[in-house]
């Protein structure tokens, strides 16, 4: 069982930036990593993805050039660096472990393990 903690969030104004950390203890390593977030009222939707060693990456198109997405597996932890901060980037935002897959995948159906989530709250 993998169990991941996020942490990081907050309350920031329009174009600010947050750092959201990932702790995943227990074979960490061996998982493509994933970010998440859901909205009040909205599906949970993809945000960004990494690969076991960090090389491939994938971002969602709302996020790509603001969003960073990164790994140090030394740490066990996966990190989501969010820059230029707009008020429709509120949503809670959740990590998760894929043990599954051959490629990444920005799909919910892909990820067996999830953290509890971390609020991002932007305001305008």
């Known amino acids: 069982q993998v169990q991941l903690v996020e942490s990081g969030g907050g309350l920031v104004q329009a174009g600010g930036s947050l750092r959201l950390s990932c702790a995943a203890p227990?074979?960490?390593?061996?998982?493509?990593m994933g970010w998440f977030r859901q909205a009040p009222g909205k599906e949970r939707d993809f945000v960004a993805a990494?690969?076991?060693?960090?090389?491939?990456?994938i971002y969602a198109e709302p996020v790509k050039g603001r969003f960073t997405i990164s790994r140090d597996n030394a740490k066990n932890t996966v990190y989501l660096q969010m820059n230029s901060l707009k008020s429709e980037d509120t949503a809670i935002y959740y990590c998760?472990?894929?043990?599954?897959?051959?490629?990444?995948?920005?799909?919910?159906?892909?990820?067996?393990?999830w953290g509890q989530g971390t609020q991002v709250t932007v305001s305008s």
């Open positions: 227990g074979g960490f390593s061996r998982y493509p």
């Open positions: 998760a472990a894929d043990p599954t897959s051959l490629d990444l995948s920005d799909s919910l159906r892909s990820y067996d393990y």
């Open positions: 990494i690969g076991r060693t960090g090389r491939r990456i």
